[in-house]
């Protein structure tokens, strides 16, 4: 089992909307650090399945709706996904005392400062994360929100109470353009922009289905807003199980130096220990280091939760794919193990971030 997981129990379940419910999580007193968060992250959840999946259980990611500046605890708010497994075991099974089995929190869908202003575009339970911004920008930070909410009817808005009392707590610095699908149709790349135009000096962070994400960049983009100024979380399924963890046993640290045939040698530093390795030219970091049996840090293995984030000190590599990272992580020599494959012998990875 992945070492970052952990048993917690729901100490509170709030039903939001006729289909989606908080979680109020009880994490305990022993491992309360580990879950220290910033606004914006998710924890990933361990979903009992007998479906086709290797340990009886399935893994899905909920963004954090609490905020570490505003609430005693963390909480997750999940939807019901329409035909979807988990979201819907959740929302049918889970009660008060349910003990899950919960990864540390995680992702970079995290506001670079609490006192920036901020355009803020959700989608359905795209607002999670994005209200716990919010309310982390205007409780603890000086900057300003404007909110774009897309949703399908007036009873499908989640959290629309809680929007309601930052608006009055902090006249003037919360604006909310709301989209209603029942009204308006699905919104389009020109609607959203007609309605962000003010707001488009700012950074901008979008949360919600793929379509929704699509649309909003398009709209940010015909307002030339850099993508650099972008955040983006798409919500789709996890296909596979960061539950699982490593894949073999350790390679002790400053094992052999000479290359394989088809491999370039590299340094990795990871939780205060060197390791040199061999890394064949077309495997990615990840793959690498979970086979030599270390707990290295992911979750989605596809590039988009940011879990896996490492520096590259010297040496050139490159990533097969890459949306989590915007342009001036990737200048500081950001990059995601599980899609970093070598260039050049020699290169030096870092994980621990100083
Ligand atoms: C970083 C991150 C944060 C997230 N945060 C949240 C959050 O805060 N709240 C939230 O509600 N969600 C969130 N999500 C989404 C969440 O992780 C799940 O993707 C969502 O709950 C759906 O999971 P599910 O198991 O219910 O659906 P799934 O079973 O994965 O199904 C998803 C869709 O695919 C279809 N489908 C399933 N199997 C098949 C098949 N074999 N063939 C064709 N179609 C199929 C289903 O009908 C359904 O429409 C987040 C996702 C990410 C990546």
Known sequence: MNSRAHQVAVFEVIKETVDAVTLVLDVPQAVRE???YSPGQFLTLRIPSDQDCRDGSVARCYSLSS??????????T???TAGGYASNWICDNVAVDTVLTVLEPSGSFVPRSLDAD???CAAGSGITPVVSIAKSVLTA???DVALFYANRDRDSVIFA?????LAARFPGRLTVAEWLEEEHGLPGSADIAALVRPFADRDAYICGPTGFTAAAHAALAQ???PLSRIRNEEYRSLEISPFDGPEASVTPPGAGRSAAPGAHTATIEFEGETYDIDWPKNVPLLDVLLAKGLDVPYVCRESACGTCVCSVRSGRTRMLLNESLIDDELDRGLTLACQTVPETDGVHIAFDQD
Not at 67 to 76: E, K
Not at 161 to 165: A, I, R
Request: aromatic share 4%.
């Open 34 to 36: 580990k879950f220290t």
């Open 67 to 76: 905020s570490p500046h505003t609430d005693d605890r963390p909480a997750v």
């Open 78 to 80: 999940v939807k019901r």
């Open 118 to 120: 901020v355009l803020l």
């Open 141 to 143: 930070g000086s900057g």
């Open 161 to 165: 109470g809680v929007l309601g009392d």
């Open 223 to 225: 307002l030339d807003v």
